[in-house]
């Protein structure tokens, strides 16, 4: 099954300092959160 969100982390984004990647990862997971809400009409 394909991955339906618009973006997803790969390892290849990654800039291998570790507290940079941690919030790269963490944003990943805000886009993907807003996503998932708007299509469920949350927002």
């Given at each position: 099954m394909p ?7 790969r ?33």
């Amino acid at each position: 099954m394909p991955d339906r969100h618009l973006f997803t982390w790969r390892p290849e984004y990654s800039v291998h300092i570790d507290a940079i990647d941690r919030q790269h990862q963490a944003l990943v997971a805000m886009i993907r959160e807003l996503q998932e809400a708007m299509e469920e009409g949350r927002i």
